[in-house]
């Protein structure tokens, strides 16, 4: 963490590393400007994911969902939705893609310094993920999963010397374990917890996600 004046004597982790992003993203910008590459590596997977996709209507076993939770940003929480799609690849594997937003964390309070304050971050972007299953009941199974986030950030630290913002896009590896519960031949209970960690020019924070939601095979 910074030593960011009176800000390192109050109780406010989320605070200070709202700073510390806003500042590595306006000194990687002032360096790098952009990073090409990494841009078009994103935009190669998002069509890709695409074109996947557009495939699933043919697909045997296809199913969409859509998931409501919570978002742990550094110990300040935030209500997160996530939209998904996936196709199985046989009984126990498959591959989903998502677009989620993690909602928006907020903390505001009254330094001395800056008088009064106010940090906000919020996170969203794209999943693509391989999902491995194993039953646990005839109902019951437990799934683990592995993918790339492709995300794209937003901070921001109001006091009463204006506002100071900046956003940054970057991928990710993730990491996530479940549950699914069968209702029927169609619908599906799924409770989920990802763990991911967003690095913005060297300097990562945790985005915890759990989260419970439905999947609706539609053919």
């Known amino acids: 963490m910074l030593d960011w004046y009176g800000l390192i004597y109050l109780d406010a982790p989320f605070v200070v590393s709202v700073i510390e992003l806003v500042l590595r993203i306006h000194n990687i910008k002032r360096k790098f400007r952009m990073n090409k ?23 045997e ?17 935030a209500t997160s939705f996530r939209l998904f799609a996936g196709m199985p ?35 969203s972007g794209i999943q693509i993920s391989g999902l491995g299953s194993i039953p646990l009941q005839d109902k019951l199974s437990l799934y683990g999963k592995v993918g790339l986030y492709l995300w794209d950030v937003d901070l921001s630290f109001t006091d009463n010397t204006g506002t100071f913002s900046g956003s940054d896009d970057g991928s990710d590896i993730f990491f996530g374990f479940g549950l699914n519960f069968i ?16 690095d913005i020019g060297g300097e990562s924070f945790d985005a915890d996600l759990v989260s419970v939601g439905l999947a609706l095979k539609v053919n």
């Open 89 to 123: 690849v046989n009984e126990s594997f498959s591959i989903e893609g998502a677009w989620i937003n993690q909602g928006e964390a907020s903390e505001s309070g009254f330094d001395p310094f800056f008088g009064q304050y106010k940090a906000e971050l919020e996170a």
């Open 37 to 59: 590459i990494k841009k078009q590596i994103q935009k190669a997977l998002f069509f890709t994911l695409c074109l996947i996709f557009s495939g699933l209507a043919i697909a």
């Open 183 to 198: 209702i029927n031949d169609q619908l599906v209970l799924r409770g989920s917890y990802d763990l991911i960690s967003i």
């Open 61 to 77: 076993g296809v199913y969409l969902g859509a998931d409501i939770g919570q978002t742990d940003y550094e110990g300040e929480d």
